[in-house]
C-alpha cells in the first residue's frame, strides 16, 4: 500500500530537519575537549544518510531498511 503524498511529506521534511539537525552539530566543531573527533565524523555520515532518506521519500525504488554499509 502506498503512503499518501500529504503523510509521505511530512515524513521527508521529518528526515530534512533530522539530516540538517546532525550537519550542524557536525559543523560546530569540537567545541570542547569532551568532543570526539569520531563524533562529529559520525554527526556528518548520519547527516548524509539522513538526507538520502529524505530523498528516497520521492522516489518509487524501495530501499533496504538496515544501515548503510560499502560494498565488500
Same mark, same amino acid.
Given at each position: 500500500?502506498? @503512503?499518501? =503524498?500529504?503523510? &509521505?511529506?511530512? &515524513? %521527508?521534511? @521529518?528526515?530534512?530537519? +533530522?539530516?540538517?539537525?546532525?550537519?550542524? +552539530? %557536525? &559543523? %560546530? $566543531? +569540537?567545541?570542547? =575537549?569532551?568532543?570526539? /573527533?569520531?563524533?562529529?565524523?559520525?554527526? %556528518?555520515?548520519?547527516?548524509? @544518510?539522513? $538526507?538520502?532518506? /529524505?530523498?528516497?521519500?520521492?522516489? !518509487? +525504488? =524501495?530501499?533496504?531498511? $538496515?544501515?548503510? !554499509? =560499502?560494498? !565488500?
Amino acid at each position: 500500500m502506498e @503512503e499518501p =503524498s500529504m503523510k &509521505r511529506q511530512q &515524513r %521527508a521534511n @521529518e528526515w530534512l530537519q +533530522r539530516a540538517k539537525s546532525n550537519m550542524a +552539530r %557536525a &559543523r %560546530a $566543531g +569540537r567545541v570542547s =575537549s569532551a568532543i570526539l /573527533y569520531e563524533d562529529l565524523c559520525y554527526d %556528518a555520515q548520519q547527516a548524509a @544518510e539522513k $538526507g538520502l532518506k /529524505y530523498l528516497s521519500a520521492f522516489s !518509487t +525504488r =524501495s530501499f533496504s531498511q $538496515g544501515p548503510m !554499509t =560499502s560494498p !565488500t
